[in-house]
């Protein structure tokens, strides 16, 4: 018969962690492993397993959640950055509208060429 310890302990170059060690010692070392011992020894292992995985979904989640309100502030800044973008759209398209009122540079050359034939006839 076997004989199972889960033993937790905190290593030294990282004292806020934990580490789980699974110590196994056979009563008579020359015995066959049976299924109970398989069995305890793949409990033990699960459990330790399952700690870990909810120690790491609270870190994660916590993480996430830091995250997220970053992601909320910068939405904000950019909904204001839109606004701000727009009205210098309106202004520009503004701009173009009164813009295109005025003749262009070659229709403004051929018509001084009109007036200048017409002032000197």
Do not use: C, H, W
């Not at 870190?59 to 959640?65: I, L, P, R, S, T």
């Not at 398209?93 to 034939?117: C, I, Q, W, Y």
Request: charged letters at 35%; a positive charge.
């Amino acid at each position: 018969m076997a004989k199972l310890r889960l033993t937790k302990y905190d290593p030294v170059d990282q004292p806020n962690d934990k580490y789980y060690s699974l110590d196994m010692a056979k009563y008579d070392p020359k015995a066959f492993v049976t299924n109970e011992y398989l069995d305890d020894a793949t409990d033990k292992i699960l459990k330790g397993m399952n700690t870990m995985i909810k120690n790491f979904r609270v870190e994660v989640k916590g993480a996430f959640g830091v995250v997220g309100k970053r992601f909320d502030k910068i939405d904000t800044r950019l909904d204001k950055i839109e606004v701000e973008f727009s009205g210098v759209k309106d202004d520009v398209e503004g701009l173009k509208a009164d813009l295109s009122s005025t003749v262009s540079k070659t229709e403004f050359n051929t018509f001084k060429v009109k007036m200048n034939r017409f002032a000197t006839s």
